[in-house]
């Protein structure tokens, strides 16, 4: 074993491929078609940012990061009955939390004046027009994929009129689906995107940054595009779904003659047993069916950020699972394993028993207490320290004595002998139960001789197992948790059931522990490793009276990345 370590080669990463994103940039740039790269966030400010966004913040800011480039923070506001300031504010922390800084703070509202213009020269220029059909009307003239739309009765109105009749729309005098703008392009075009696309819709609501001066608001066709524009966004990436809007992207760019920003589409990310449509997490939140945005177990920037997880194990997450351009299903147990990666190298470690069984040391001096000085890391064993109590009653946890043991049970058995975790060896000497048989305290004694850096020659033991001193033990609430459904693939509802019919019944659990009280005080900001138990974080219900920590993810797993 120890030849095959020597022998081994240096562990050294592979450089990473570059993703399909990468080689375009590096393209563009080594051909002078850009002379450094912009990018941006787009959010749309009716949320809370979910695991799906961080993939896209990930490489909208990565890119830019990785390319001496900027990124835009856009919010995409052009719905004002949907969006609120709350979202706006929650965002910027989210993305701030995930490490990164944009550029300038933005937003499509911001253009609104812009883009009321531009839809002033498309009429002139005989490319737009003022519909009067209904919703339903438009819809059924669109046609379908084998069969070309059908004109709209208004589709030949004078420019003047057009004109007219938009700044009219503009100055309140139609209701709500009175009328709209759209463009005038190809009734019959193969791609439906280009049968007179809407540009402008009738809204009398209230904007969260302009108020009530529009009752008309731009589509997000209309929109995005030039927004890229007149940021000079170089390379404009959105999911998907958007691919067959880019023709018309680059339509609006082309006719209304103004910097060519470039779209370009990946996949968006999709999790096991879970489900990442604002919408559906709105719904949650609404019932009560979660505790509210920030539950942990939402996948929510900010319900993961309270579930312990860290920016830096999603930033490696995003890295690992690349870039696609074909829609995928990733594993959320690769997530997990992210977390543990990071926490396993950073977390401070403490005991604390879930299900304690008491044990007292016979041969104990009554009262003693001696303070052990345990690294907070074992990885780093000269850096910091906690100082944990020993005295002559204790707990363990239930699960580590087994009475009729098998003989690979290297814990605590009657006769048999374990260490107390940085401690002593004791030796359990007689098992106390109730009346109806259960074990409720062991009698045992220690081996002073056992004690590490002592006198004693070193003896080791088969188990170690980890305790606290019952003097000393904080009652701390546990709130276990788990995935919040039970189906793997979320996108694979059938039809005759809800998504809310998967919803994990056992997603909470809540319990006591008892912890070392070094745990109280620690101040890393990370969730810590509960020794042998797992990761869990201090959860902001916490009181002095009680604290509270929620369980971040188990110490281990069988899953292993490809
Ligand atoms: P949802 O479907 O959850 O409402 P959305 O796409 O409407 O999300 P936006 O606020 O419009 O949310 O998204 C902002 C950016 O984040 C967009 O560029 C969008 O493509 C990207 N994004 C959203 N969801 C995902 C996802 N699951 N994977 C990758 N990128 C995503
Ligand atoms: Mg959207």
């Given at each position: 074993?120890?030849?095959?370590?020597?022998?081994?080669?240096?562990?050294?990463?592979?450089?990473?491929?570059?993703?399909?994103?990468?080689?375009?940039?590096?393209?563009?740039?080594?051909?002078?078609?850009?002379?450094?790269?912009?990018?941006?966030?787009?959010?749309?400010?009716?949320?809370?940012?979910?695991?799906?966004?961080?993939?896209?913040?990930?490489?909208?800011?990565?890119?830019?990061?990785?390319?001496?480039?900027?990124?835009?923070?856009?919010?995409?506001?052009?719905?004002?009955?949907?969006?609120?300031?709350?979202?706006?504010?929650?965002?910027?922390?989210?993305?701030?939390?995930?490490?990164?800084?944009?550029?300038?703070?933005?937003?499509?509202?911001?253009?609104?004046?812009?883009?009321?213009?531009?839809?002033e020269q498309l009429i002139k220029e005989g490319l737009a027009y003022v519909d009067d059909?209904?919703?339903?009307?438009?819809?059924?003239?669109?046609?379908?994929?084998?069969?070309?739309?059908?004109?709209?009765?208004?589709?030949?109105?004078?420019?003047?009129?057009?004109?007219?009749?938009?700044?009219?729309?503009?100055?309140?005098?139609?209701?709500?689906?009175?009328?709209?703008?759209?463009a005038k392009i190809d009734m019959a075009h193969p791609n439906m995107m280009f049968r007179?696309?809407?540009?402008?819709?009738?809204?009398?609501?209230?904007?969260?940054?302009?108020?009530?001066?529009?009752?008309?608001?731009?589509?997000?066709?209309?929109?995005?595009?030039?927004?890229?524009?007149?940021?000079?966004?170089?390379?404009?990436?959105?999911?998907?779904?958007?691919?067959?809007?880019?023709?018309?992207?680059?339509?609006?760019?082309?006719?209304?003659?103004?910097?060519?920003?470039?779209?370009?589409?990946?996949?968006?990310?999709?999790?096991?047993?879970t489900l990442m449509s604002k919408r559906k997490l709105l719904e949650l939140v609404q019932?009560?069916?979660?505790?509210?945005?920030?539950?942990?177990?939402?996948?929510?920037?900010?319900?993961?950020?309270?579930?312990?997880?860290?920016?830096?194990?999603?930033?490696?997450?995003?890295?690992?699972?690349?870039?696609?351009?074909?829609?995928?299903?990733?594993?959320?147990?690769?997530?997990?394993?992210?977390?543990?990666?990071?926490?396993?190298?950073?977390?401070?470690?403490?005991?604390?028993?879930?299900?304690?069984?008491?044990?007292?040391?016979?041969?104990?001096?009554?009262?003693?207490?001696?303070?052990?000085?345990?690294?907070?890391?074992?990885?780093?064993?000269?850096?910091?320290?906690?100082?944990?109590?020993?005295?002559?009653?204790?707990?363990?946890?239930?699960?580590?004595?087994?009475?009729?043991?098998?003989?690979?049970?290297?814990?605590?058995?009657?006769?048999?002998?374990?260490?107390?975790?940085?401690?002593?060896?004791?030796?359990?000497?007689?098992?106390?139960?109730?009346?109806?048989?259960?074990?409720?305290?062991?009698?045992?004694?220690?081996?002073?001789?056992?004690?590490?850096?002592?006198?004693?020659?070193?003896?080791?033991?088969?188990?170690?197992?980890?305790?606290?001193?019952?003097?000393?033990?904080?009652?701390?609430?546990?709130?276990?948790?788990?995935?919040?459904?039970?189906?793997?693939?979320?996108?694979?509802?059938?039809?005759?059931?809800?998504?809310?019919?998967?919803?994990?019944?056992?997603?909470?659990?809540?319990?006591?522990?008892?912890?070392?009280?070094?745990?109280?005080?620690?101040?890393?900001?990370?969730?810590?490793?509960?020794?042998?138990?797992?990761?869990?974080?201090?959860?902001?219900?916490?009181?002095?009276?009680?604290?509270?920590?929620?369980?971040?993810?188990?110490?281990?797993?069988?899953?292993?990345?490809?």
């Amino acid at each position: 074993m120890e030849d095959s370590l020597k022998n081994a080669a240096p562990a050294q990463e592979e450089p990473r491929k570059l993703n399909f994103l990468e080689e375009i940039i590096e393209k563009d740039l080594a051909e002078g078609k850009v002379d450094s790269i912009m990018t941006r966030f787009p959010p749309e400010p009716n949320g809370y940012l979910h695991l799906g966004h961080a993939k896209s913040i990930c490489l909208n800011f990565g890119l830019a990061q990785k390319y001496g480039g900027k990124t835009n923070l856009r919010y995409d506001d052009t719905n004002p009955v949907k969006e609120d300031v709350e979202y706006v504010d929650s965002i910027k922390e989210d993305i701030k939390w995930l490490g990164f800084q944009w550029d300038k703070e933005l937003y499509a509202s911001d253009y609104f004046d812009q883009l009321y213009e531009w839809a002033e020269q498309l009429i002139k220029e005989g490319l737009a027009y003022v519909d009067d059909q209904t919703q339903e009307e438009i819809r059924q003239g669109r046609g379908t994929v084998d069969r070309p739309g059908t004109p709209s009765p208004w589709r030949d109105r004078s420019v003047e009129e057009n004109l007219t009749l938009f700044r009219e729309m503009k100055a309140g005098k139609y209701a709500d689906g009175e009328k709209v703008l759209r463009a005038k392009i190809d009734m019959a075009h193969p791609n439906m995107m280009f049968r007179d696309p809407l540009l402008y819709r009738i809204k009398h609501a209230s904007h969260h940054r302009t108020g009530d001066k529009w009752c008309i608001y731009p589509m997000y066709d209309f929109t995005h595009g030039q927004c890229d524009s007149i940021e000079h966004i170089t390379h404009s990436i959105c999911t998907l779904e958007f691919d067959v809007h880019r023709p018309l992207y680059d339509w609006f760019i082309k006719v209304l003659g103004i910097y060519p920003s470039h779209q370009y589409e990946f996949a968006r990310l999709n999790l096991t047993y879970t489900l990442m449509s604002k919408r559906k997490l709105l719904e949650l939140v609404q019932k009560g069916l979660v505790s509210g945005w920030d539950d942990p177990r939402m996948p929510t920037l900010c319900g993961v950020r309270r579930r312990g997880y860290t920016p830096e194990a999603l930033r490696m997450f995003c890295d690992k699972i690349g870039v696609s351009k074909r829609d995928q299903l990733m594993d959320i147990q690769l997530l997990e394993w992210c977390v543990r990666q990071d926490l396993n190298a950073r977390s401070n470690r403490y005991m604390v028993v879930q299900d304690p069984l008491k044990v007292t040391i016979t041969n104990w001096e009554k009262g003693k207490v001696e303070w052990f000085d345990c690294p907070l890391n074992p990885a780093d064993p000269e850096g910091a320290s906690r100082k944990v109590p020993f005295t002559g009653e204790l707990y363990i946890e239930k699960a580590d004595f087994m009475e009729d043991a098998p003989k690979k049970f290297f814990r605590l058995k009657p006769g048999g002998e374990v260490r107390l975790k940085y401690t002593y060896i004791i030796k359990c000497d007689e098992v106390i139960k109730d009346e109806e048989g259960n074990v409720i305290e062991l009698k045992c004694s220690y081996d002073p001789s056992t004690r590490p850096g002592g006198e004693g020659a070193w003896r080791s033991v088969k188990g170690t197992i980890h305790w606290v001193s019952v003097e000393h033990a904080k009652s701390i609430e546990l709130r276990l948790y788990d995935r919040l459904f039970t189906l793997a693939d979320m996108s694979q509802v059938p039809e005759d059931k809800d998504y809310k019919d998967f919803l994990n019944p056992d997603s909470l659990i809540v319990t006591e522990g008892f912890a070392e009280p070094a745990l109280l005080e620690d101040g890393s900001g990370i969730p810590v490793q509960f020794e042998r138990i797992g990761y869990y974080v201090c959860d902001k219900d916490s009181t002095p009276e009680k604290p509270v920590f929620n369980k971040t993810t188990s110490l281990k797993d069988s899953y292993k990345p490809e």
